[in-house]
């Protein structure tokens, strides 16, 4: 079965740091990837998503991910972390268009002075 | 993209009772999805909602406390039933974009605490 990890669970940052978040996931074929945004209070939020073609995405507010077929990773990374990127941040992988999607639990980003 | 809404945005419940939550999207989409959030978790597939069809859900849930409509295309709706405060958690609703990738889109959620 697919399966998505996000190994770390709480990640701090300061201000103006470089970011990365780390995802894993665990699928025979290549499935379509995504990473969403959750601030405190809001709902989820697409940041980007890759399901073919240049294995580096951009995203909104600056965000890129990577795919690396060979270490079935997707990891998320912002070069200049700004105090308003605090959020959870979620991979989620979907192995067929119209179906639901799969969610790792979380990494929770904190953004220090 | 898809606009979606949901009704409540939050609510306190007794628990015994039970709860409809609504969730109205702006465009016609064949498939809806229901997830919950407990706190400080990820989120998990309650089921899936294609109109003019009962709802397929996932294991660990079912049509009894967890009974959904789905009467059109733009609006569905999940009621939380005899609620304990274990079903104390967000629910989100999401739409699939119908397009290669499957990219989906959420709902503002429901945050449901029950006394």
């Known amino acids: 079965a697919q399966s998505v990890t996000q190994p770390d669970i709480h990640i701090t940052v300061s201000e103006g740091a470089s970011l990365e978040l780390r995802c894993n996931y665990s699928y025979g074929a290549t499935p379509y990837l995504f990473w969403y945004v959750q601030s405190p209070g809001q709902g989820l939020q697409l940041l980007l998503k890759y399901f073919s073609g240049d294995t580096l995405v951009q995203g909104i507010k600056g965000f890129e991910a990577e795919f690396k077929r060979s270490q079935s990773s997707f990891n998320l990374r912002k070069p200049s972390v700004h105090w308003s990127d605090a959020a959870e941040y979620f991979c989620?992988?979907?192995?067929?268009?119209?179906?639901?999607?799969?969610f790792g639990k979380g990494t929770s980003l904190l953004v220090t002075p | 993209s898809a606009v979606i809404s949901q009704k409540p945005s939050r609510d306190i419940c007794q628990r015994g009772t039970s709860l409809t939550i609504q969730c109205q999207v702006d465009s016609q989409v064949t498939m809806m999805f229901w997830y919950r959030q407990q706190p400080g978790q990820s989120l998990t597939l309650i089921a899936t909602a294609n109109q003019g069809s009962e709802a397929t859900y996932e294991s660990g849930f079912v049509i009894d406390k967890f009974p959904i409509s789905r009467p059109n295309l733009t609006f569905s709706t999940l009621t939380v039933s005899n609620m304990s405060p274990e079903d104390s958690s967000i629910y989100l609703c999401?739409?699939?974009?119908?397009?290669?990738?499957?990219?989906?889109?959420f709902g503002p959620g429901t945050r449901l605490t029950v006394l």
């Open positions: 989620a992988v979907g192995v067929k268009s119209g179906y639901a999607l799969n």
């Open positions: 999401s739409v699939g974009s119908g397009g290669v990738g499957n990219e989906q889109f």
